[in-house]
């Protein structure tokens, strides 16, 4: 199973990236700011772990490299129910760090979060804005 789990996370970080078309970001730092500016991941970002789990994290810039953390997962797949807990981190040479889970800026628009959890290692690609649970793929037959 840790072979599989590598080889989608190893996928995953050199797959290009999904880039959804955003009229307004608000965000325009360029690769060097986002490295050096810690407040650039506050706000919510959302995603889905392995393309199948929902995951929520609204992250705060508490003071010099310390971050708050609200964040929220799925763990049924069958239902919209959300967990949720808060976590204290912090950010060093770009990463941010809570606990078993780093996120850092895939670009400037996108942050690519990794969680090594107890049995599996989980992957997803966050954008800004809360979880929604609308229907990704259009299963009308014409």
């Known amino acids: 199973m840790k072979t599989i789990s590598a080889m989608m996370l190893a996928l995953l970080l050199f797959a290009p990236a999904i880039t959804q078309a955003h009229e307004d970001e608000g ?5 060097e700011q986002l490295k050096t500016d810690p407040k650039a991941f506050e706000g919510t970002w959302s995603g889905i772990w392995d393309y199948c789990w929902h995951v929520e994290f609204q992250i705060k810039h508490v003071a010099d490299d310390q971050f708050t953390c609200v964040y ?7 239902s919209q129910e959300m967990k949720q807990k808060t976590l204290k981190g912090h950010v060093k040479k770009g990463v941010l760090q809570f606990g ?6 895939k670009d400037e628009h996108q942050l690519l979060a990794i969680g090594r959890f ?3 290692t989980r992957v997803a690609f966050l954008h800004e804005g809360p979880v929604t649970f609308e229907k990704e793929h259009d299963d009308h037959k014409h």
């Not at 078993?100 to 800026?105: G, M, Q, T, V």
């Open 27 to 31: 965000r325009h730092h360029t690769k």
């Open 72 to 78: 929220r997962w799925q763990e049924n797949t069958e």
């Open 100 to 105: 078993s889970i780093s996120i850092e800026f």
């Open 118 to 120: 107890r049995k599996f």
